[in-house]
């Protein structure tokens, strides 16, 4: 583990898993970094100050409004000083006001201060992680960026057993370590396509489809997150770009081809996860078609081109391409990898409402062609954060 000229602010939260938190900032001490510790009226609770001074070597921030620790270092300052925030252990009501973006003490503004990259690690009993209210705000601190470390499963300090536990202390240190450190896709390009595809039937209708862009959106950063140059191209969707990821909005498949068409030449791995529209509207009517009385309506429609068969034909890069099918999941991704020529196709069960669409979760059966012979991989089912980190992993180590 290597943390030398990293600057970690490392915040506690109120909650028993803060005794463990003094090991934790022994350990990326240890391995060089540079910790300033900021913690909430809760956290003092549970562990004292000195106890931090003394294991980071820097005092301890603690109040919002206290003028001489203003004077010393002023909140924005701070905010603006860490490589990575990591909030351990993160309470459910941390998370809460995290989420909603409160600033109503020192650590709650320093995130809402701060444009660095933050890492909540839970620690909660397990009725409360379960509770729908947490639930909802990690997916949406997930969906914003933050990263999710854990939680763990198993017996509780209030004697309940479950998923609420914070992860180890050494877990935390590695994954800190690996979210500096591990950049195996470092030098390459990634072109991804997310979302849906828009295709005009006037100018106030058009045919679309229900791609919320999370699973495309979720590769994007992880590959970004583990070094990679990305080019995200996305249809229309409600989502913010990744950070470090560059995104082309475009609407139409047509749109869609033009801009992959630019951005592959170079590319190390296309990886087409839109669902994009297999047709079009032969004509767009220019002014909005008007109902005629008592008769139905022919709209005449024509083939879309398919994006991932002509980078496949024309590009060097490994093609990737997601197979969204309702029965026979297996034979039909199989079929369509052959059909378009790629090395690689995700296959997910979109008739479960569990997983898939417009879930956070998902599941897939990633079918790998190497030398003619067809090998399968089970991801999942898990976050689909989780699960875009595994794939990409995946793809890099099979490519
Ligand atoms: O042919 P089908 O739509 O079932 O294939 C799905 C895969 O092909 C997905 O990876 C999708 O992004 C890609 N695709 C494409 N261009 C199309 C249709 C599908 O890139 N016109």
């Known amino acids: 583990m290597n943390l030398s000229q990293k600057k970690i602010l490392l915040g506690l939260t109120g909650g028993i898993a803060a005794y463990k938190v003094a090991d934790l900032c022994r350990q990326l001490v240890k391995a060089g970094a540079e910790v300033r510790v900021v913690m909430t009226s809760g956290a003092k609770a549970f562990i004292t100050p000195l106890t931090l001074q003394a294991l980071s070597g820097n005092p301890v921030h603690d109040d919002l409004l206290d003028p001489s620790a203003e004077a010393a270092m002023g909140h924005i300052e701070l905010a603006k000083w860490p490589d990575l925030i990591v909030i351990a252990p993160a309470s459910a009501d941390f998370i809460a006001r995290a989420t909603v973006g409160m600033a109503n003490d020192l650590l709650s503004t320093l995130c809402v201060a701060s444009a660095k990259p933050i890492a909540l690690v839970p620690a909660m009993n397990q009725q409360m992680w379960a509770n729908a209210a947490t639930q909802d705000n990690i997916q949406t601190a997930s969906k914003r960026g933050m990263h999710i470390w854990g939680p763990a499963s198993g017996e509780q300090a209030c004697g309940d057993v479950g998923l609420g536990r914070m992860i180890e202390p050494l877990d935390i240190a590695q994954k800190v370590d690996t979210f500096f450190n591990h950049k195996p896709l470092k030098g390459q390009h990634w072109v991804i396509t997310a979302g849906p595809t828009v295709e005009k039937i006037d100018p106030v209708r058009f045919l679309t489809n229900r791609s919320s862009g999370k699973m495309g959106y979720s590769i994007a950063k992880a590959a970004a997150d583990l070094g990679a140059k990305v080019t995200l191209v996305s249809g229309p969707v409600s989502l913010s770009a990744p950070n470090g990821v560059q995104r082309l909005m475009v609407e139409s498949a047509q749109s869609m081809l033009d801009a992959v068409t630019e951005t592959t030449d170079k590319a190390d791995v ?130």
């Open 270 to 399: 296309f990886i087409a996860c839109a669902a994009v529209s297999d047709y079009r509207a032969k004509d767009i009517s220019e002014q909005k078609m008007k109902k005629k009385a008592d008769s139905g309506l022919s709209l005449e429609l024509e083939q879309n081109p398919d994006i991932l068969k002509w980078v496949a034909t024309n590009r060097s890069c490994y093609c990737v391409g997601f197979a969204a099918e309702t029965q026979n999941v297996d034979e039909y991704a199989k079929a369509k990898m052959q059909r378009k020529g790629i090395e690689m196709i995700c296959a997910n069960d979109v008739s479960r409402t569990d997983i898939g669409f417009s879930s956070d979760h998902n599941e897939l059966r990633v079918f790998h062609l190497i030398k003619d012979q067809i090998e399968m991989y089970p991801l999942g089912p898990m976050l689909k954060s989780e699960l875009s980190l595994e794939l990409v992993e995946l793809i890099n180590s099979v490519r």
